[in-house]
T-cell receptor
Framework: QQQVKQSPQSLIVQKGGIPIINCAYE??????FPWYQQFPGKGPALLIA?????SEKKEGRFTISFNKSAKQFSLHIMDSQPGDSATYFC???????????FGTGTRLQVFP | EAQVTQNPRYLITVTGKKLTVTCSQN?????MSWYRQDPGLGLRQIYY???????DKGDVPEGYKVSRKEKRNFPLILESPSPNQTSLYFC?????????????FGSGTRLTVV
């Protein structure tokens, strides 16, 4: 129940494409859903986050879609660029705790 | 510059030889945590600390120890390392509830136990 399931494991798109990464959870106590971006040799960095009271959040070319009834959320990258090539992690946490449960990660490669 | 600093970045050691990975943050964050990252398994929490002298186990604490004697430092101790602890380790800190602030991660320590 504490898991966050992430797919796909890897993703290859061409520049300008719209990669979509999906995550699913079981624990209905989760109420904070961030995405982290990790470049090789670096630690993960917070990219964008959403709460379950909204169905979508956009920041620049990155969009989170959230489906509370299905207990699923996804990251869309509009007009993807080679510089977006990185590993992306979804995560979830429970209100008023600082514990983040991470998905297994998706390695994205964007080719010119 | 606000950051989480881990040392060393790379470490090769032998089975059973005690080691410490240091972690320090300069943001006056109350919450600190250690994660290990393994292929196909994502980031798994080892230990976390809500404040000085307050630590608790994460999901994979076996074989690890931590201490939080000062707010800025949160070292990870492997008393008797084994090959299955070969991994990429990350320290992270947060100002408070992750709902609002998120984690700041260090650059990682790649540990190899032979």
């Amino acid at each position: 129940q504490q898991q966050v399931k992430q797919s796909p494991q890897s993703l290859i798109v061409q520049k300008g494409g719209i990669p979509i990464i999906n995550c699913a959870y079981e624990n209905t106590a989760f109420d904070y859903f961030p995405w982290y971006q990790q470049f090789p040799g670096k630690g993960p960095a917070l990219l964008i986050a959403i709460r379950p009271d909204v169905s979508e959040k956009k920041e620049g070319r990155f969009t989170i879609s959230f489906n509370k009834s299905a207990k699923q959320f996804s990251l869309h990258i509009m007009d993807s660029q080679p510089g977006d090539s990185a590993t992306y992690f979804c995560a979830a946490s429970i209100r008023n705790t600082d514990k983040l449960i991470f998905g297994t990660g998706t390695r994205l490669q964007v080719f010119p | 510059e606000a950051q989480v600093t881990q040392n060393p970045r790379y470490l090769i050691t032998v089975t059973g030889k005690k080691l410490t990975v240091t972690c320090s943050q300069n943001m006056n964050h109350e919450y600190m945590s250690w994660y290990r990252q393994d292929p196909g398994l994502g980031l798994r929490q080892i230990y976390y600390s809500m404040n000085v002298e307050v630590t608790d186990k994460g999901d994979v604490p076996e074989g690890y120890k931590v201490s939080r004697k000062e707010k800025r430092n949160f070292p990870l101790i492997l008393e008797s390392p084994s090959p299955n602890q070969t991994s990429l380790y990350f320290c992270a800190s947060s100002k408070g509830a992750t709902l609002n602030y998120g984690y700041t991660f260090g650059s990682g320590t790649r540990l190899t136990v032979v």
